[in-house]
């Protein structure tokens, strides 16, 4: 089956890869990298690729005793 655009069926499926690690540096900070494919043919054509590279910091919060 063929869709109005002439593209076979299969070729219109939608792809999402995603991966993501994670580097402690210490207990209160990270380097995060974030990889993300995606193939939707009926927005646009070509692969897209995303890379991400984030630093978190964290702070915890106790009430006094």
Known sequence: ???????PLHELF?????AKLRFRLVRWASIDYNFRLIRAPLIVDE???????VLNFSYTLTPNK
Do not use: A, K, P, Y
């Open 14 to 18: 939608e792809l999402e890869v995603n």
């Open 47 to 53: 692969i897209q690729l995303q890379n991400d590279v």
């Open 1 to 7: 089956s063929s869709r109005q655009d002439g593209r």
